[in-house]
């Protein structure tokens, strides 16, 4: 998950004798600013979503030498681990609304700002901001998907009778979903990207 979350970086603005136009500037800034605090929130809850992926690889490497009767035990442990990697993604996308929220009310700052070309600055970065929230948004939601489907392979895996073409063919599916969050994960990488690069821009219009 650590490859997979872009994050916003924190600049300390220190202004000697601000015009005006920086001023105003640096009141959306700062405002702005408090969702980049909201999201250190998430360090937490990748570190947990970390800590059950090797959890994760253990029962997984255990499967291989387990009896039936084991196999039924590893199949339930190896269900509750997938629900609880769902409910840190779900802790994530709450964090990333509380952020969205701190965007939203940062944008009252952006109709004070009387220099046209700052003002336009200030609205392209709450705009590649929203952008970066619905991309986060398909991301969380493609991993979701790969999470539940492992969910029901793992539940397959304690049923009585089993095949192992069926087993192959849901992996299969599976990887072609992985796949899928790895071109989210990119895309929402990129975005971030941008935000950091506009984030810059504005710190230099209050810097200079």
Do not use: P, W
């Amino acid at each position: 998950m650590k490859k997979m979350i872009g994050s916003l970086l924190i600049f300390s603005v220190v202004i000697a004798g601000c015009s005006s136009d920086e001023d105003e500037l640096l009141d959306f800034y700062n405002a702005f600013q408090e969702t980049v605090e909201v999201e250190k929130e998430i360090e937490d809850v990748t570190a947990r979503f970390d800590e059950l992926e090797a959890e994760k690889a253990e029962l997984q490497q255990s499967l291989e030498s387990a009896t039936r009767d084991e196999l039924t035990e590893i199949s339930g442990q190896l269900v509750e681990n997938a629900d609880a990697r769902i409910a840190q993604l779900d802790e994530e996308v709450a964090i990333m609304g509380e952020s969205r929220s701190r965007m939203e009310a940062s944008e009252q700052y952006i109709s004070e700002i009387s220099n046209e070309s700052n003002r336009d600055k200030a609205q392209s970065l709450v705009d590649a901001m929203d952008q970066r929230y619905n991309e986060h948004g398909d991301m969380i939601g493609s991993y979701k998907t790969v999470l539940e489907s492992e969910r029901d392979i793992f539940e397959y895996l304690g049923d009585e009778d089993i095949s192992q073409d069926e087993v192959d063919e849901r992996l299969n599916n599976l990887d072609e979903e992985y796949q899928q969050v790895q071109e989210d994960a990119q895309t929402f990488s990129e975005q971030t990207e941008n935000v950091n690069q506009i984030k810059q821009e504005i710190e230099s219009l209050i810097e200079s």
